[in-house]
């Protein structure tokens, strides 16, 4: 099951809050409602987490989402049929509630993002180029834990890997390229503005 590629940034949110039953949204549900290969509107929702607020500024939220996006983009490069998470990261949940703050904040934005997207540069988004993605998304994941120690930081790696869920969505090489220069930006902001004394701490060194 895949997300439709007609305003996919629009319809990632509305799937997640419409076609799950409940007050809250667990990761368990995602996968569920998108299917568990299909790669790019999972990694497009999660990424948007943490970019729109209120949700990224939840303490604690964009590592965990980090932690599921790394399980899943590894899983998708080792060529994974069934991807797998732990019960405790499946289970975790976040209220509907906040998802549909979230999207009233950012509607109007969102639209005009889907209005540009179309199919472009179709080679760009094969399966090799899911490959080298879900290997970029992995160190992005990653990036987002150092960069919950500066504020509003993880919005940079979030958003790189909202770019690359949405070029598979729909299928838009040009929106690739883009991630591509995002994600260097990103690995850039987190060698120079995390405070690398402060998060070898957490570690006890």
Do not use: C
């Not at 969102?110 to 090799?128: H, Q």
């Amino acid at each position: 099951m895949t997300s439709s590629t007609d305003d996919p940034l629009e319809n990632v949110l509305d799937r997640a809050i419409e076609d799950t039953d409940g007050d809250k949204v667990t990761f368990g549900d995602l996968l569920d409602l998108f299917g568990h290969r299909s790669f790019g509107p999972v990694v497009a929702f999660l990424g948007l987490l943490v970019v729109i607020p209120p949700l990224g500024a939840i303490p604690g939220l964009p590592a965990v989402i980090g932690v599921v996006i790394i399980l899943f983009s590894v899983q998708i490069v080792l060529g994974a049929d069934h991807i797998w998470v732990p019960g405790f990261i499946e289970n975790r949940s976040i209220e509907k509630k906040k998802l549909e703050e979230a999207e009233d904040r950012t509607k109007k934005w969102l639209k005009r993002i889907d209005r540009m997207i179309s199919e472009r540069l179709g080679f760009l988004t094969g399966p090799w180029a899911t490959y080298i993605a879900a290997i970029i998304v992995t160190i992005l994941a990653a990036l987002m834990i150092p960069l919950e120690l500066v504020p509003f930081a993880v919005a940079a790696p979030g958003l790189a890997i909202t770019i690359f869920g949405l070029a598979f969505v729909a299928r838009d090489g040009v929106l690739m390229l883009i991630g591509y220069i995002l994600a260097a930006i990103a690995a850039g902001l987190t060698v120079f503005m995390v405070p690398w004394g402060t998060f070898a701490g957490w570690f006890g060194a």
